[in-house]
Each structure stands twice: as structure tokens, then as C-alpha cells.
């Protein structure tokens, strides 16, 4: 995957400034070059499923729910060849709406800084794991739509988190309870800093256009559009985490937590009627821009994307095929509005 420079440059968008911030380099397959290991997440990258045993209290995870305490646990990695399987960790409840309604809440792994660099690892030593809401096909569904979108959005743009499908044994520590599921494991925060040579801004909100790297604000406002996301916020910094570039000193977006969108359709999920959505389907465009013209050079680039995106829909097969038949109608609506202009009609009466 090239720059969002590189791309454009002979195409839609000549004349912009090319990046030095967040570059990364690709081999030809489109994937990132594979280094030695830096952080954890290393460990749990593959090209499916990982797959591990999560040994934790059921009742304990209940209890600290609403809290954020963490509470010990175990974690034990299904990995030939590979001496750093058992790892002793703290886990906690995460999320504001998912933790307060999903019967197994989304949780956060914490791995001991001392036992990460005994054992040759970054001192990064937390990561999300988004878990099944519910205990059924439609909670595991909801989870692979999510790991669609944020494997969508490596189409469009360099600044993302990675993020990795697993398949956990959740074992009762206090019983012989067991339950499994799918979910999605998303590389720390410290590790993303470095990975894209930035610094998370704390307590970052309302800041104004000109604070951004353009192509970045557009790109992400749009993608959230396109998969028809309204529960995210680039004023208060709602659902994304806001970097400073430590070479050129702006800011750029690296958007998380899909999983209101239109796109996964979750069962839960409810649409924000702050902006009178009336349909979690329904797209409300948020994203910061001055008048509809600006948008123009970058719904060009999404349409030079759409076949890409498309077949990437097609053979994500973890997916059944009316499923993915249900996202590509989807996502063929975005793409209509951009062919009809209906977008531009409807940022001009926003």
C-alpha cells in the first residue's frame, strides 16, 4: 500500500505535499514488511485466527464491570515454535455502552512491563480486545463486520491501528466453565506512536481545521461517511485517538470502534439522535471541512477505491455470502451518492 501521495500524485489530487509522518513501507502482497519483534502484538500476528486460552474469574469480571480495576489472569497462546506461551496478565472491563450492555464485556490485556523485557520484548504492554456482545452467531457476526472495517480502512490510509482476528477459550478460573469466541486484538497505543512517529495529544478537543494534515481529516470523515458511522467526534475527540506528527508537527486522526456503524449493524446498536439519525444505517457526515468543493479531489479517490473495496468484501469468506452481498448493497449506496451528488446536496443543507 502506498502514501496517499504516492497514489494520487499522476491522478486525482496533484500538488499535495507528500508526508513524511506515519510512511510506512510495503511489499508487493500489500503487507506490511515483516521486522523482528518489537511489541507484543508481534506475537499474536498471523494470516487467520490466533488462537489462545484466556483463564479469568467469570464472576470476578462481572464484579469490576463498571469499574476499572483489573483483575489477574491467564493467557496461553496456541503457537508452534514458540517459547513465550504462557503469560501471566491483569485484564480489565473497557468501552462505555458495550461494557454496560454485552453479557462478556470488551476487555483490555495487560502484560507486566519486567516479564515483556525478560522476554525480549517493548515495554508496550497493553492491548483491546474487542470480545462477542452476545453469546450467539449474532455476536460473533457483529465482531467479524468490525475487523472488516478496520481492514477496509488500511485501503484508504497509512494511519491505522492493526489489529488482529483471534479465537478465544475463556476458561473459569473458579469452575470448569469454558466458553469460546471471536475477537479482535488492537496493538497499543504506545506501539502505534511509534509505528507512525507521533505523539497522542490527552485532553485534546475542538480543534481547528487548520491544526490537521487535510488529507488525513478527509479521508477518515469520509470513510466513517461511507461506512455509516455516527458515533464518533473529531471536536471531542470521541472514538479515535488524535496524534501529533513529531516531524512536521500536525495533527492527524486514527479512528477506532466501528462498531455502531451502519456497516456492522449491530444488534445493539442505536443511532444518535443528537444529529437526528433515525436509522443506525442512516449517513450524517461529520467530518470538518470549510465548503463541499474541498471534498471533491477525495470522493475522487474513494471512487478510484471502490473496485478495490468491493472484491475485498468479496473474499473476505469468514463472512457468509449473504452478508457480504448485504455490505457491498451497502456501500454501493455511498458510492451512488457520490456518482449522483447527492452527497454534496446533502452537506450543503447540513
Request: charged share 30%; net charge neutral; hydrophobic share 35%.
Amino acid at each position: 500500500m502506498k502514501t496517499f501521495y504516492q497514489q494520487t500524485r499522476n491522478a486525482v489530487l496533484p500538488g499535495l505535499i507528500l508526508l513524511l509522518c506515519g510512511t510506512l513501507s510495503f511489499s508487493q502482497n500489500g503487507q506490511a514488511e515483516k521486522k523482528k519483534k518489537s511489541s507484543i502484538f508481534e506475537l499474536f500476528v498471523s494470516e487467520k485466527y490466533t488462537e489462545f486460552d484466556l483463564t479469568i474469574g467469570f464472576e470476578q469480571l462481572e464484579s469490576v464491570k463498571k469499574t476499572n480495576d483489573y483483575i489477574p489472569a491467564v493467557l496461553e497462546l496456541d503457537i508452534e515454535n514458540e517459547t513465550a506461551k504462557k503469560w501471566d496478565i491483569e485484564v480489565k472491563a473497557r468501552g462505555r455502552y458495550r461494557r454496560r450492555i454485552c453479557s462478556f464485556p470488551p476487555i483490555k490485556l495487560k502484560f507486566d512491563k519486567g516479564d515483556l523485557s525478560e522476554k525480549g520484548y517493548k515495554k508496550d504492554n497493553d492491548m483491546k480486545l474487542v470480545t462477542h456482545c452476545v453469546d450467539d452467531y449474532t455476536g460473533k457476526e457483529n465482531v467479524l463486520r468490525e475487523f472488516l472495517v478496520y481492514k477496509l480502512y488500511e485501503i484508504f490510509s497509512d494511519r491505522y491501528f492493526r489489529t488482529q482476528l483471534v479465537k478465544v477459550k475463556y476458561r473459569d478460573s473458579e469452575s470448569s466453565k469454558k466458553m469460546n469466541g471471536v475477537g479482535i486484538l488492537i496493538e497499543d497505543d504506545e506501539t502505534v506512536e511509534r509505528r507512525l512517529t507521533a505523539k497522542t495529544c490527552e485532553g485534546c478537543f475542538s480543534m481547528p481545521q487548520d491544526s490537521f494534515f487535510v488529507d488525513n481529516l478527509h479521508i477518515a470523515s469520509l470513510f466513517q461517511y461511507m461506512i455509516g458511522n455516527a458515533d464518533w467526534s473529531i471536536e471531542m475527540s470521541r472514538n479515535l485517538e488524535l496524534m501529533q506528527c513529531q516531524e512536521e508537527f500536525k495533527y492527524f486522526i486514527v479512528p477506532y470502534d466501528f462498531d455502531f456503524s451502519g456497516l456492522v449493524n449491530a444488534s445493539y446498536a442505536v443511532p444518535n439522535s443528537n444529529f437526528n439519525q433515525k436509522d443506525i444505517r442512516d449517513r450524517i457526515f461529520l467530518g470538518l471541512f470549510k465548503n463541499a468543493n474541498e471534498l471533491r479531489p477525495y470522493c475522487e479517490y474513494f471512487k478510484s477505491k471502490k473496485e478495490e473495496v468491493i472484491n475485498y468484501v468479496k473474499s473476505f469468506k469468514e463472512l457468509p455470502a449473504f452478508s457480504r452481498r448485504d455490505i457491498i448493497e451497502y456501500i454501493e449506496t455511498f458510492y451512488t451518492s457520490l456518482e449522483d451528488e447527492t452527497f454534496y446536496a446533502n452537506l450543503k443543507k447540513g
